[in-house]
């Protein structure tokens, strides 16, 4: 299938350069520009990826400097407070993603949204590892007639390092907004101080049962994933640490550990425990997940591109088909001791 050329934003970085190899490893064809401030380092990643093109980006030009090259649908790599790629997108009705905004930094981008809610698919893919995070709940929930209570954690392991904007992202994120957004029995309220770190002094279970001190961690997910369900109390909390397939002599990992309660399909009480797992990292998880969300928003997956609206990962993913690209590249969704 031909589209006009993906716009990746911050493409020469880390999560970038990664998103944008997973994408071309599925449509060898399809054609990227690979967007920043520094022409240099835009056409020197461009180089490395091939069939694609370096191009340097102004963000306060309405038109990003790009003037009226054609573009299929814009992915942004990192913060950006003047909204620049998201304003472009819209103007053009172009499909847009964006990974790296915090949950208290939703409402600009949803007003913009809402004054032009048919100019196409917009995605708000700030999920932890776009999509990731959901897409495992949702298919360990599937075994569940009622889903009551949800708790994340996730283990970041301490060698796993990404590139200058994912610190810059978590510096900012942390400074911002310490409390958690958490719901606790049906209400939404905010875990702050000692609080965020409860149950003290762990907060995180990791997949080989250790519990790792961490804190309270406001991601979208917990929104998404209560509304998607019903549970009354959701709760997601982070930790560094050494991961469980280091911690047993191997490569460091990235790992997701969930834990869902509710009842059965005979309404009897059922709790479980699951952990996705992927030894990459936490920066080729996310590249997956971008790549798969960009190939629903311009069509590459061979269906009509993904009509306008305003989504989270997890309503554009296909679930079936991320945890088969999940197992293809080494990781998987584990179900573990309760």
Do not use: C, N
Not at 288 to 296: D, S, Y
């Amino acid at each position: 299938m031909a589209i006009d050329p993906i716009l990746l934003l911050g493409g020469s970085g880390a999560i970038g350069r990664r998103s944008a190899a997973a994408l071309r490893a599925q449509h060898p064809d399809v054609p990227l520009l690979i967007g920043g401030r520094d022409r240099d380092r835009a056409e020197a990643a461009a180089r490395a990826l091939g069939q694609a093109e370096g191009v340097a980006i102004d963000p306060d030009a309405p038109d990003l400097g790009l003037g009226d090259r054609r573009v299929g649908a814009v992915a942004v790599f990192y913060a950006d407070p003047r909204l620049a790629g998201l304003g472009y997108a819209r103007a053009r009705g172009l499909p847009h993603l964006g990974i790296s905004s915090g949950i208290y930094e939703i409402a600009p981008e949803v007003a913009v949204y809402m004054q032009r809610p048919a100019a196409g698919a917009m995605v708000l893919g700030y999920e932890w590892l776009v999509g990731a995070t959901t897409v495992a709940t949702l298919t360990a929930a599937r075994d569940y007639a009622r889903v009551d209570t949800i708790a994340i954690g996730a283990l970041v392991d301490s060698e796993d390092q990404g590139g200058p904007a994912v610190e810059e992202d978590f510096a900012r994120l942390s400074h911002r907004l310490p409390a958690a957004l958490t719901r606790v029995d049906g209400s939404w309220t905010w875990r702050e101080g000692e609080d965020a770190r409860a149950p003290a002094p762990a907060s995180v279970r990791a997949a080989d049962g250790r519990a790792v001190a961490g804190t309270g961690f406001s991601s979208i997910d917990v929104t998404g994933l209560a509304a998607a369900t019903g549970a009354r109390d959701v709760r997601f909390d982070l930790a560094t640490g050494e991961s469980s397939t280091r911690r047993r002599g191997g490569d460091f990992s990235t790992e997701i550990v969930i834990a869902l309660a509710g009842t059965d399909a005979r309404g009897a009480a059922k709790r479980s425990r699951h952990a996705l797992i992927h030894p990459g990292g936490a920066a080729p998880l996310t590249a997956l997940g971008v790549a798969m969300l960009l190939e629903r928003l311009t069509g590459l997956d061979g269906a009509a591109p993904a009509a306008p609206g305003l989504y989270f990962p997890y309503q554009l993913i296909d679930h079936a088909a991320y945890l088969a690209r999940l197992r293809a590249a080494g990781g998987a969704l584990e179900t573990l001791p309760d």
